[in-house]
């Protein structure tokens, strides 16, 4: 659940987007992966903002979801028929080739005080430099003040790559899902967040996850937003653009006997990737804006600007209503899952 403190910021904030259509569920059975994406429901290519607004310092989630409300009014990926006789609610994340421009995540909520579809930008880039490294890609990030600045990103295939296209299930990573252990090597001021994130019985939990402290904000709006594990849906690649990605174990890989021992076959994925998650950061945080050092920096004037390793990082008000969307699905017993696509 999100706080009431939160929940006061998103309903003012999605006042304006009142839902103006209504797209018919498309029904299609999931055999094969169709041309434009959808395996069922809206055609991704009438969710995707055109013109994308400009990304910058705040969030951009009002804008996007009163923009998507307008051209529809569910996307018909909630409650699917999927493999094997499962049901699957979907949410899809849409990023360009030109990975220094953010792409956008879509989600429905069916019920309460948060009903309707979602959209906020998103990042799947990867692991980014200022400088050229060999082998990397670069790009321009565009800001609202008329600024370009050249930045290089790490290919798809590398470990901390751009996120791969293709279908995950999803996870809330609850600690009372997962035992969970800060990678941190300095956890000084993370006491209230370590304790938050432990209990005595925590060797008993099904999962076991390693996270950073900076995935958890420091504002107490956000203290339940939780990140969410990317599981890799190995039986549904086939329906995604990842059809035939190889999925192996990189050699010398140091594993965590705890991690093992929860799922002995984590350290095996596509193109021997691991550990992919949904989060946020702390360059959003009142304390980030009173630090000169770090207000100063291009992460705190871009989203744009923010590294995702790997990962697909959203903004902590997305991440909450994600934590919703996730929650409500599996307490109706389906599976959830993100579809990442990658458009022109």
């Not at 979801?65 to 094997?84: H, Q």
């Not at 979907?90 to 989600?107: C, N, S, W």
């Not at 095996?268 to 009173?290: F, K, L, M, V």
């Not at 959830?336 to 990658?342: G, I, N, S």
Request: net charge neutral.
């Amino acid at each position: 659940m999100i706080p009431r403190s939160l929940m006061k910021v998103l309903v003012v904030s999605l006042a304006a987007g009142v839902v103006t259509g209504c797209a018919a569920r498309a029904g299609r059975e999931q055999g094969k992966a169709p041309a434009d994406g959808a395996a069922a429901g809206v055609p991704f290519s009438e969710i995707l903002p055109e013109p994308f607004p400009a990304a910058g310092r705040d969030t951009l989630r009002p804008l996007l979801t009163a923009g998507v409300r307008k051209k529809t009014g569910s996307l018909g990926l909630n409650g699917i028929k999927g493999l094997d006789g499962d049901t699957v609610s979907r949410a899809i994340a849409l990023f360009t080739e030109d990975r220094a421009r953010a792409g956008v995540i879509t989600f429905e909520i069916e019920e309460g005080a948060y009903k309707g579809v979602h959209q906020c930008e998103a990042l799947g880039r990867g692991l980014t430099s200022m400088k050229p490294v060999p082998g990397w890609v670069s790009g321009v990030v565009r800001e609202p003040d008329g600024r370009e600045t050249r930045i290089f990103y790490a290919p798809k295939e590398a470990g901390d790559g751009a996120t791969l296209p293709g279908i995950y299930d999803l996870r809330n990573i609850r600690p009372s899902e997962y035992k969970i252990k800060l990678i941190n090597s300095d956890t000084s001021g993370e006491a209230e967040l370590l304790k938050r994130l432990s209990s005595p019985d925590e060797d008993m939990r099904p999962f076991y996850t390693g996270a950073w402290a900076s995935w958890y904000p420091r504002d107490p709006r956000y203290a339940e937003m939780v990140p969410v594990d990317m599981i890799w849906s190995v039986r549904y690649q086939g329906l995604s653009q990842s059809a035939g990605v190889p999925v192996f174990e990189r050699a010398g890989i140091n594993k965590n006997p705890e991690q093992t021992g929860k799922n002995p076959g984590y350290y095996s994925g596509p193109h021997g990737r691991y550990g992919t998650a949904i989060h946020t950061d702390r360059w959003d945080d009142p304390q980030t804006a009173e630090d000169p050092k770090l207000s100063a920096k291009n992460e705190f004037r871009s989203f744009l600007f923010r590294d995702t390793e790997g990962c697909l990082k959203l903004r902590a008000d997305c991440l909450s209503l994600v934590n919703v969307f996730i929650d409500e699905q599996s307490q109706k017993e389906r599976q959830v899952q993100l579809e990442v696509r990658e458009i022109k």
